[in-house]
């Protein structure tokens, strides 16, 4: 199953790039680069899509 998030990215004030999936609380990852934070943020959405399910919590999207 393909699940959809918006992801929202901004630079933090060291210039490291913070990308946050507000669809899912406390799911966030950063990066040097923009590239770098979203594919970061692919991979904690991902492990948190797994953890979720795992314990048969419900997904929003």
Do not use: W
Not at 2 to 20: N, P
């Amino acid at each position: 199953m393909q699940y959809q998030f918006a992801v929202v990215c901004e630079k933090d004030t060291e210039g490291r790039i913070l990308a946050l999936c507000p669809a899912l609380q406390g799911c966030y990852a950063e990066g040097d680069t923009q590239e770098e934070a979203r594919a970061n943020i692919r991979e904690a959405i991902g492990a948190h899509i797994e953890s979720r399910i795992a314990h048969g919590e419900a997904l929003s999207s």
